[in-house]
């Protein structure tokens, strides 16, 4: 059974540019969620898709956004890139809200 | 609020031995559980073990187990003879299960664990 898979693995870009970052889910689970571990700051929710809503979004800027597919895979953009939105982001999938999250192998995003 | 409190930046641990890294949790919801994850320095978080908050015995997954102190708000991770593949980072955390939080995960600052031979 395949993971949760990420694309791309790194990513370059300046300052005011666009993010997308993309995220597959394990076959079979609907909910996807996306975190930010940035240095010093730890692991931080920022977003929980499901059923292809958005259903709960942690503490960060509008600027920050994405979706859900029908396929259950996602997307997060991050818009106006500032410098410390570099960071590793890290999506996770689960079937149901209340089961077992596994991660992918993240996106390491650097903002120059 | 919920919080995630490991106290212990880094640990070191002869190869074969067991080991204990500490987490404590606050929060004041009746249900709610307890994960750990282990991260190597490619990054992945690797699901290790859960315990839920009503669970009566404490959680055991082959070599880890989880020492779940209600009362103290405690949930410490046991690592049976330790290998040189369980250096890397492990995150303790805590996930909401009543009030519709949507499994998110709070994370506690990680303990950096490394195995010597």
């Known amino acids: 059974e395949a993971g949760v898979t990420q694309s791309p693995t790194h990513l370059i870009k300046t300052r005011g540019q666009q993010a997308t970052l993309r995220c597959s889910p394990i076959?079979?689970?609907?909910?996807v969620y996306w975190y930010q571990q940035a240095l010093g700051l730890g692991l931080q929710f920022l977003l929980w898709?499901?059923?292809?809503?958005?259903?709960n979004r942690g503490n960060f800027p509008p600027r920050f956004s994405g979706r859900q597919f029908p396929n259950y895979s996602s997307e997060l953009n991050v818009n106006a890139l500032e410098l410390e939105d570099s960071a590793l982001y890290l999506c996770?999938?689960?079937?149901?809200?209340?089961?077992?999250?596994?991660f992918g192998p993240g996106t390491r995003l650097t903002v120059l | 609020a919920q919080k995630i409190t490991q106290t212990q930046p880094g640990m070191f641990v002869q190869e074969k031995e067991a080991v204990t890294l500490d987490c404590t949790y606050d929060t004041s919801d009746p249900s709610y559980g307890l994960f750990w994850y282990k991260q190597p320095s490619s990054g992945e978080m690797i699901f290790l073990i859960y315990?839920?908050?009503?669970?009566?015995q404490n959680a055991t997954e082959g070599r880890y187990s989880l020492n779940f102190q209600k009362a103290r708000k405690s949930a410490n991770l046991v690592i049976s003879a330790s290998q040189l593949g369980d250096s890397a980072m492990y995150f303790c955390?805590?996930?909401?299960?009543?009030?519709?939080?949507?499994?998110?995960?709070?994370f506690g600052q990680g303990t950096e664990l490394s195995v010597k031979p």
């Open positions: 315990q839920g908050s009503y669970d009566q």
């Open positions: 898709y499901d059923e292809g809503e958005e259903r």
């Open positions: 955390a805590m996930r909401d299960e009543i009030y519709n939080q949507g499994g998110k995960l709070i």
């Open positions: 076959s079979g689970h609907t909910s």
């Open positions: 996770a999938s689960s079937f149901g809200q209340y089961n077992e999250q596994f």
